[in-house]
């Protein structure tokens, strides 16, 4: 430790005019540096050797990340790109660096529980526009802080958080306390939703709280809230009088319910109200967006998962409703950054990132990728349109009525009304025949398009797998309709030659941006590493075929995190097939008939039970 | 005639005036010209230090304007520096008007201005262009305005940080001392 050696400079002043005259500091020899990571709560390790910046440590991925560094003379500080390895801070205290510099040591020291000074290499983090630094103060609170979350969330959630998680919900309580809403923008994956409920969670005592998203959403909320909150009460309000709201309340709302029927929330004081896929509010003039802002709301936090620095109105819009003291004149916000932007300013894009950085987080998978493991899977519940429920009840009501037979018989009509019932959930097109309009007719059709959509914004091509080839048919042209991409299909009908140029065609750079599969088809074999984000579109009952099947994209040559999405319909048989996951997950062998065998081995009674909606609220 | 396209920012306003200065009592007649040739990309600025260097364009001649701006007051560049230290680092219409009522105004003063061309009137079209192009490029980037009057190379006091800045969020650049980057300051 060099340190100690260092003759005590801090009063004497050279302006940089002075060249020359100041002495080489002994500690910039050649040392390993510590510099605190805020957003992501992790720490930046990097070298300093022979006056300039060295190679990253050899301690894991190099990723590039702007610093702020002393010019060679030392005799100024400027922002430089500087090549680091992210290590979360558990790891800082283990990790092998030669010659540590005091960055290290003093970091390593705060999470030992010491608080020593910090030099300016452990926390230069710059601002946007680069005039600025992070202060000490500032990175020693939030590592504090984000640290007695971390041990609160322990407690309060079933779940363990990842560090950039636990910012997350640190983050999210500085801001509300500071400026009274925030912008939680994490690329999708990343836990916004377990975040969001860690936040909303540690305010429960303190009054009831809203939260509002996409119809197809609500369940997949309750869900979540009663998986890693079972403190919290969810309750989900479709319209009429409002369940009773007290501390611990959590009230789930999808946003038609808000636009008919907002009035009905007004007469209460919600500690948090949460705007999930907060685009939906992008129009301020819409009837749905001034429902919301007439909320009384304690604090306000929306959630969004596409580039919010690609929707500029859209942006203004979330910033708008969650801290409208900030950015209250639209005109003035479309001169100062729009139109530069759209200009191509990067000038004016930095100072935009400077203006929101306040009350707007957004993390990228990539910026936390040592964080992550190299597969997130996200399990997403939808929930049935009214023509999805009413559907799935008369076809259930009629093969009760028809009864179900014994032996092969049986079998073969317990494989039916499975398939059927399944297809109800993919889309109730697929057993009327009415397949005009495919948008807001299924819960699932409608999420799996949400996230195609974001995954577009973001270029990241994704796989599509389905065990139904009139699912997969569907599909296609729902993303023609939408999006206009042109998504190819391989199933088992193709020959040999038209599959090898599907496969061929995708993994190219400027191949198609979305491709569905049949699980049986596509499920093996292939390599399909362009894309790192597969969707489940329906549940198949042995694991392993689904995990097979994600592996397309998880094999060598994959350099990203891979996001796994599965769509299980809420309150139907596809959440019997689901839980049945978690029995089998160890015992792969278990083949897909012989789940169907053991449903046809129940009697009656226990059978349509396990088909049978179960309802809600 | 005010042409709102050029110093809508505070920072960037400074310039418009060296165009547009209030004591002319009636508009210069070059000034519609002069905005089109800096709005039509006739003008490339370089910069070195405090000097302004362009190179004009005008039919088939070019000019190169040399504009030479005095370095900013230390006590603006303190001032500037103190304020830029906080909650959010943003060079705002509202910083500069905080900055110019505690007597400090950031305007850049101008040591010499040269004209390569031959034309004998005081200020040349060159001249007006290039007032034109810095304020568009301030108002696009404030960060300039300060970067040709030195402030990014004078150090506002760095290693004395004051004492409100305490459980701020950011502190200005220049107000750090370079001395304490690997070891804190006692
Ligand atoms: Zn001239």
Redesign the interface.
């Known amino acids: 430790m060099t340190a100690s050696t260092l003759p005590k400079t801090g009063q004497q002043l050279i302006p940089a005019d002075a060249k020359g005259t100041r002495q080489k500091l002994p500690e910039a020899r050649s040392a390993g540096q510590a510099t605190y990571l805020p957003d992501r709560h992790m720490f930046a390790l990097w070298t300093w050797s022979g006056g300039a910046v060295g190679a990253a440590p050899p301690v894991g991925d190099v990723e590039t990340v702007p610093l702020v560094v002393p010019t060679p003379d030392l005799g100024r500080l400027r922002v430089a790109d500087v090549d680091c390895v992210l290590v979360e801070p558990d790891r800082l205290v283990a990790v092998p660096l030669d010659s540590p510099g005091r960055s290290v040591d003093a970091w390593r020291s705060w999470i030992a529980g010491g608080e020593p000074a910090l030099p300016i290499a452990a926390h230069a983090v710059p601002d946007a526009t680069g005039v600025a630094v992070t202060t000490a103060e500032h990175a020693s609170g939030v590592f504090r802080r984000t640290t007695s979350v971390g041990a609160e969330m322990r407690t309060a959630l079933t779940a363990e958080l990842r560090p950039y998680q636990v910012r997350g919900v640190s983050w999210l309580r500085e801001t509300i306390e500071t400026h009274g809403g925030a912008v939680l923008a994490d690329e999708m994956g990343l836990g916004k939703t377990l975040q969001t409920i860690g936040c909303v969670a540690g305010r429960a005592e303190k009054g009831p709280q809203l939260l509002v998203c996409p119809t197809s959403l609500v369940g997949n909320w309750a869900h979540e809230i009663a998986r890693f909150a079972p403190g919290l009460r969810a309750a989900i309000w479709r319209g009429g009088p409002l369940p009773e709201v007290g501390n611990g309340t959590v009230v789930l709302t999808g946003y038609p319910t808000l636009r008919m029927h907002g009035p009905a929330l007004a007469g209460i004081r919600w500690r948090t109200a949460v705007f999930d896929e907060a685009q939906a509010l992008k129009n301020p003039r819409t009837q749905v967006s001034k429902a919301a802002r007439t909320i009384a709301a304690g604090a306000r936090i929306a959630l969004t998962g596409t580039p919010v620095e690609n929707h500029l109105d859209e942006l203004w819009a979330l910033l708008n409703l969650v801290a409208p003291h900030l950015f209250g004149n639209r005109a003035q916000f479309r001169r100062r950054f729009v139109r530069p932007i759209s200009d191509g300013s990067p000038a004016a894009s930095a100072r935009l990132r400077g203006a929101i950085e306040p009350i707007v987080l957004m993390r990228k998978k990539s910026q936390v990728a040592g964080s992550l493991p190299p597969k997130i899977h996200a399990d997403l519940r939808c929930d049935l349109t009214e023509e999805q429920e009413r559907l799935y009840d008369r076809l259930l009501e009629q093969v009760i009525d028809d009864g179900f037979g014994s032996g092969t018989e049986r079998q073969t009509k317990v494989l039916a009304v499975l398939t059927s019932l399944k297809q109800v959930c993919n889309h109730p097109g697929l057993i009327t025949d009415d397949l005009g309009e495919l948008s807001g007719r299924s819960g699932k059709l409608d999420l799996c398009t949400d996230i195609v959509a974001s995954n577009l914004e973001n270029d990241a091509p994704t796989l599509v797998f389905t065990q139904y080839r009139q699912t997969g048919e569907l599909l296609v042209r729902h993303f023609a309709e939408r999006f206009g991409v042109n998504a190819p299909f391989f199933h088992g009908g193709l020959n040999q030659e038209r599959r090898a140029d599907i496969v061929r065609r995708f993994q190219s750079d400027d191949g198609p941006k979305v491709l569905v599969l049949s699980l049986k088809a596509g499920g093996t074999g292939l390599t399909l590493t362009r894309a790192a984000d597969v969707i489940h579109f329906d549940r198949w009952w042995n694991p392993a075929v689904e995990a097979q099947a994600s592996d397309r994209v998880h094999r060598i040559g994959q350099t990203r995190t891979v996001t796994v999405t599965t769509l299980t319909t809420g309150t139907t048989v596809e959440e019997h097939i689901a839980a049945m996951h978690d029995h089998k997950s160890a015992l792969s062998d278990i083949t897909d008939t012989s789940s169907v065998a053991e449903l046809t081995r129940l009697d009656d009674d226990r059978l349509i039970e396990v088909l049978r909606r179960k309802r809600v609220d | 005639m005010a042409d709102h396209d050029y110093g809508?920012t505070t920072w960037g306003k400074d310039w418009v005036r060296f165009a547009e200065s209030l004591r002319q009592t009636r508009p210069d007649p070059q000034l519609p010209s002069a905005r089109r040739m800096a709005r039509d990309g006739k003008v490339q600025i370089t910069f070195d230090d405090r000097t302004v260097r362009a190179v004009v364009q005008r039919g088939r001649g070019t000019s190169v304007v040399t504009i030479e701006v005095a370095p900013m007051s230390a006590e603006a560049t303190a001032e500037i520096s103190r304020r830029?230290?906080g909650?959010?680092?943003?060079?705002t219409d509202d910083l500069y008007r905080a900055v110019a009522d505690a007597g400090h105004p950031p305007a850049p003063v101008l040591d010499s201005v040269d004209c390569s061309c031959p034309a004998g009137t005081p200020r040349c079209v060159h001249e007006l262009a290039v007032y034109y192009d810095m304020a568009r490029r301030i108002?696009?980037?404030p960060?300039i305005a300060l970067d040709v009057q030195g402030f990014?190379?004078?150090?506002a006091?760095?290693?004395?940080?004051p004492a409100e800045?305490?459980?701020?969020?950011?502190?200005?650049?220049?107000s750090?001392?370079?001395?304490?980057?690997?070891?804190?300051?006692?």
């Open positions: 809508y830029l230290s909650i959010q680092p943003l060079l108002d696009d980037d960060r990014f190379h004078a150090s006091g760095g290693g004395q940080a800045a305490t459980a701020q969020r950011w502190i200005a650049l220049n750090l001392d370079p001395a304490a980057y690997f070891t804190a300051a006692e």
